[in-house]
């Protein structure tokens, strides 16, 4: 049995990594952690980048100027790599 990597700190800028991960998963920009394979669901990177844009929202003037700054640098980052996924 292998050794499971330690976990980073929760913390709101590891939140959004995380979140940014998953839907490059969704995407087929990454491969899926566990299998390796690359999997496309567009369905799924959708709502991921909709969960992130309403943390954007609901967030807004509580957040420190670096995890705002990330916040919205990811969110565009997915939107445009989602805009090309459908296109293809």
């Known amino acids: 049995m292998s050794e499971?990597?330690?976990?980073?700190e929760?913390?709101?800028t590891t939140?959004?990594?995380?979140?940014?991960?998953?839907?490059?998963?969704?995407?087929g920009e990454i491969p899926e952690p566990q299998s390796g394979e690359m999997l496309k669901d567009l369905a799924c990177a959708k709502h991921t980048i909709d969960t992130l844009?309403?943390?954007?929202?609901k967030t807004k003037g509580?957040?420190?100027e670096d995890e705002e700054a990330l916040l919205g640098h990811i969110l565009y980052d997915l939107k445009?790599?989602?805009?090309?996924?459908v296109k293809e």
């Not at 844009?53 to 929202?57: A, D, F, V, Y």
């Open 62 to 64: 509580n957040l420190e």
């Open 53 to 57: 844009e309403m943390l954007k929202q």
């Open 10 to 12: 929760v913390t709101f």
């Open 4 to 8: 499971r990597p330690i976990l980073p």
């Open 15 to 27: 939140f959004i990594m995380s979140l940014n991960t998953s839907c490059l998963v969704c995407l």
């Open 80 to 85: 445009m790599r989602y805009v090309k996924a």
